[in-house]
């Protein structure tokens, strides 16, 4: 018998196995769900898989009697463009910030204990100060979000590039580059594809602080909806919107995968 | 005059002394080696020609002038690894020398500029034998092909010292035979100084005009770092390398 480590399941297998724990998951669901409406028709805990669709879809393809607006889409329109503005701010100040930093060592000295100190609060904490300074509007959350995010990227990014080989910064010198060649030459197009993997890594984070914000302060929003029919216990709004949400978080991150494996043939490559 | 001249050089890191005592000068021309056991300096002495390290007592010369604080394009450099750039295909690896050069602001040239550095970098690569792989990115190259790269992307700046700091450590025997035809070649052609560190005694006396031989003279088995390592021997070995030819 092959010891534990060398055994490998078949393409099929793994397949298979992949697929078991969200089946278990759905039967187990399915199951309990069905034994408590047995007992109470009116269960709203463990709606059944009928209700969820059901109102789902009264929330994707019905306009809303109250503002004639598609629900879904619209929260989903806002949500994200929520979103990506404060990663896309996030990301071009990590950009600027990380590389400066990364290559000027009198800039390392100057910047990088302040930006340390700020990735270190915790942001939830600063919610309040940026409600009493930016109101409750758009501005706030789109804030938030960048100051959860844009420590942690540009940490990440400055971290990347003290990654990239002292040889090759010394090699370009002998080729005649100044500072500013250097960064614009070869520092942000090594540094671009690294730039997509550090949002890929904090989209999670942006989300938290996303539907944090509008689970306090908003009027539409995909965090704002779950929140508001929480009222209401209505699982059958709750579960699907967060299967959506996890549904958008992955898209994200495949198209970012794709887009940085297209572009940029040679990274992640000696 | 002297390319470049070391007058009673010491380099030392806190209580240990690296080198101690090192007098040497080179002509246009010449090709040195550095050999010795591993630890011996001649590696941090390479790194003092390339100008990123400075020594702790005594002068450096570079044509008869203060020696240059940092890298620059009058002394090229080819490692062991990481000297291509990864993000840019063969020829705009060697182009690049050029468009620092002739482009300040983008560091990028377009057009007729282009096409000009182009026929020059073309010429290149047929010289270092990489004409076919002009289109292929860094990852795509061989370990020895990668050097030819290296290599190219200094010569298009014709500098007037190259630096190798044990270029074909990492190849297999029969790829470093071919670079070593490659390195004479060019040598022969273009007559610049070349310092090149390795641990490969007989590529030493190959390719060398002339061999360094570090290591230290004294030793103290209490305290290893009491003493730095100086040349102990500077071996004239040009005449065997034409006859070998």
């Known amino acids: 018998m092959k010891r534990l480590i060398n055994q490998a399941p078949s393409k099929m297998t793994n397949m298979f196995l992949g697929l078991l724990p969200f089946l278990l998951i759905l039967v187990v669901y399915m199951g309990s769900s069905n034994a408590r409406l047995a007992e109470n028709p009116n269960d709203k805990l463990l709606p059944s898989i009928e209700k969820c669709i059901g109102s789902m879809s009264k929330m994707a393809f019905e306009k809303s009697k109250r503002s004639g607006d598609y629900i879904l889409l619209n929260d989903t329109l806002s949500s994200l463009r929520r979103l990506a503005m404060g990663v896309c701010i996030s990301a071009l100040f990590a950009l600027v910030i990380g590389i400066a930093i990364g290559v000027v060592p009198y800039l390392t000295s100057t910047l990088s204990p302040l930006i340390w100190f700020f990735s270190l609060i915790p942001t939830m904490a600063i919610l309040p100060i940026l409600f009493i300074v930016f109101g409750l509007g758009e501005l706030s959350k789109v804030v938030l979000i960048i100051l959860g995010v844009a420590p942690i990227m540009t940490r990440e990014i400055y971290q990347r590039v003290k990654e990239i080989p002292s040889e090759q910064i010394i090699k370009v010198q002998t080729l005649g580059a100044n500072t500013w060649q250097i960064i614009t030459r070869v520092m942000i197009p090594q540094i671009f594809p690294r730039l997509i993997d550090a949002i890929r890594i904090t989209l999670g984070t942006a989300w938290i602080f996303l539907i944090s914000a509008e689970a306090i302060a908003a009027t539409e929003g995909l965090g704002y909806r779950i929140f508001l029919v929480r009222r209401y216990l209505a699982m059958d709004v709750i579960l699907p919107y967060v299967i959506w949400i996890t549904f958008l978080a992955f898209l994200i991150d495949f198209i970012l995968k794709q887009f940085n494996q297209r572009l940029f043939p040679w990274f992640g490559k000696e | ?245």
Request: charge should be neutral; aromatic fraction near 8%; include cysteine.
């Open chain 2, 1 to 245: 005059m002297n390319l470049v001249e070391a007058h009673n050089i010491w380099k030392s890191y806190g209580d240990t002394i690296v080198l101690e005592h090192v007098n040497f000068s080179m002509k246009d021309g010449e090709f040195c080696t550095l050999v010795g056991p591993s630890g011996c300096g001649k590696t941090t002495f390479l790194r003092m020609l390339l100008g990123i390290e400075v020594p702790s007592k005594g002068k450096l010369l570079f044509e008869g002038k203060d020696y240059p604080q940092e890298p620059s394009d009058e002394r090229g450099i080819v490692f062991q690894r990481y000297s291509t750039l990864s993000h840019l295909n063969v020829i705009d690896n060697v182009i690049i020398g050029m468009e620092f050069e002739q482009s300040q602001l983008f560091g990028k040239l377009f057009g007729k500029a282009k096409k000009r550095v182009y026929e020059k970098a073309e010429e290149i690569l047929c010289a270092v034998g990489l004409q076919d792989a002009k289109y292929q990115y860094p990852h795509e190259l061989s370990g020895g092909m990668k050097q030819r790269l290296s290599i190219a992307q200094s010569l298009i700046k014709q500098p007037k010292l190259l630096l190798l700091d044990e270029p074909f450590g990492a190849l297999d025997p029969g790829i470093s035979i071919d670079m070593h035809e490659l390195l004479l070649d060019i040598h022969a052609k273009l007559n610049f100084g070349v310092v090149m560190v390795t641990h490969d005694i007989s590529e030493a006396f190959k390719l060398g005009t002339r061999v360094l031989v570090f290591d230290k003279v004294k030793t103290d088995k209490e305290y290893p770092n009491r003493f730095g390592s100086t040349i102990v021997n500077d071996i004239d070995s040009s005449k065997g390398r034409k006859n070998e030819k």
